[in-house]
């Protein structure tokens, strides 16, 4: 009984931690583009939209004005040309946040050649951190590089104050720029319901910035109800 109310640990190794295991039957997924990227010489604008409400909303666009080019299926990943200008949308829904390096590496040919990239993010709003005790239904906020955008300087919001962060594919994105010295903004909504269609502030955003043509508030509300026949 001399082991009694001590920690024991193998000879082999002193320290484990839950992380450690290791599941052998795990797929490691390799993230590809399904075709050849092809980027042209000039970019005005790249999109990127991070969130399911974005992405759904993006793909039921009228296929006149966006043309699905390119996709990442592991990641639910779809890049969008919109044929009024030279501008692309990139969206995203449902990826693991650890992948958000790899995808940022894939966009990295896009990222480089735009003159202009914004990112849009949804989060909910219970992740929003403040010390104001009034909190709305939606609360956007702002992130930019040191490099600022000539093109899109109106669009101001409140700054993204810490202990708030930016995360995933939107984060990569705004940090390549960064250190490339070249101009990107990330907008941060932060929404009661993440998935919910009526969210008019960023409707009104996608229509001002050409993405899409026309609001499509309540499409697919009955298939991501709570409504049981």
């Not at 075709?35 to 909303?57: A, E, I």
């Not at 009024?84 to 050649?113: M, R, W």
């Amino acid at each position: 009984m001399t082991t009694f109310g001590e920690i024991v640990e193998p000879c082999s190794r002193t320290t484990w931690e839950d992380w450690d295991e290791i599941n052998t039957e795990r797929d490691i997924t390799i993230l590809q583009w399904k075709l050849p990227l092809k980027v042209p010489h000039n970019v005005n604008t790249l999109f990127v939209l991070d969130g399911k409400f974005l992405s759904d909303c993006i793909k039921v666009q009228p296929k006149d004005n966006l043309k699905l080019v390119n996709s990442i299926p592991e990641v639910n990943a779809h890049m969008y040309e919109v044929k009024s200008g030279d501008q692309f949308v990139f969206t995203i829904k449902d990826y693991n946040l650890l992948q958000s390096s790899e995808i940022a590496e894939l966009l990295k040919p896009i990222l480089c050649k735009s003159t202009d990239v914004i990112t849009i993010q949804t989060k909910p709003l219970m992740d929003y951190q403040t010390a104001n005790g009034s909190i709305h239904s939606c609360i956007i906020r702002q992130l930019n590089t040191s490099t600022l955008s000539n093109k899109f300087q109106n669009y101001m919001y409140s700054k993204l104050e810490q202990p708030n962060i930016l995360s995933g594919i939107s984060a990569g994105a705004i940090c390549l720029r960064e250190h490339m010295s070249l101009p990107a903004i990330a907008l941060v909504y932060y929404m009661e319901h993440v998935e919910q269609f009526q969210t008019n502030e960023i409707q009104i955003l996608l229509e001002k910035l050409q993405i899409i043509e026309k609001s499509n508030a309540i499409f697919n509300s009955i298939l991501t109800s709570n409504l049981y026949i």
